[in-house]
């Protein structure tokens, strides 16, 4: 499993940090299925002190490919967040690396939001069931 299939699990919560600069930044990226072909994903960024609701509006990725700066956010398209997620999201999309950047979840479940307790489970970012359900392996870890 990789950090695409991370973000793009429904509800994933996720750090980007830059040791070279110190800087991090903790985005949400929420799924809404539109019908069954089309899926949009809501991107926020943390921008207060509650982990759980301190979000803004950022973006919106459509079809797992383009990412859209949101008009109604109210976070400016050139605030170092919203770069930063612009440029990591090039990079993951496009399969480049996105060192010297690191990429932690929150250990939370990144497809039902639950807390990850199983070893496993908290190195993949995906629960047991869930990983079941799609597929996948949960002992593939992608946050070592």
């Not at 950047?101 to 489970?121: D, I, K, M, Q, W």
Request: some cysteine; charged content about 25%; overall charge positive.
């Amino acid at each position: 499993m990789d950090v695409k299939f991370f973000m793009f699990g429904g509800k994933a919560i996720f750090t980007i940090a830059n040791p070279n600069t110190g800087m991090r930044f903790t985005y949400k990226v929420r799924a809404k299925e539109i019908d069954e072909t089309k899926t949009l994903h809501f991107v926020s960024v943390l921008t207060g002190p509650d982990n759980i609701a301190d979000y803004t509006y950022l973006g919106t990725i459509f079809d797992g490919q383009t990412y859209r700066h949101g008009r109604k956010s109210r976070i400016g398209e050139d605030a170092p967040s919203a770069k930063a997620f612009a440029w990591f999201f090039r990079r993951v999309v496009s399969g480049r690396d996105f060192a010297p950047a690191e990429v932690n979840h929150e250990g939370r479940c990144c497809r039902c939001g639950r807390l990850l307790t199983v070893p496993e489970s908290v190195s993949s970012g995906i629960g047991p069931e869930c990983a079941k359900q799609v597929g996948v392996s949960a002992q593939a870890g992608m946050f070592n």
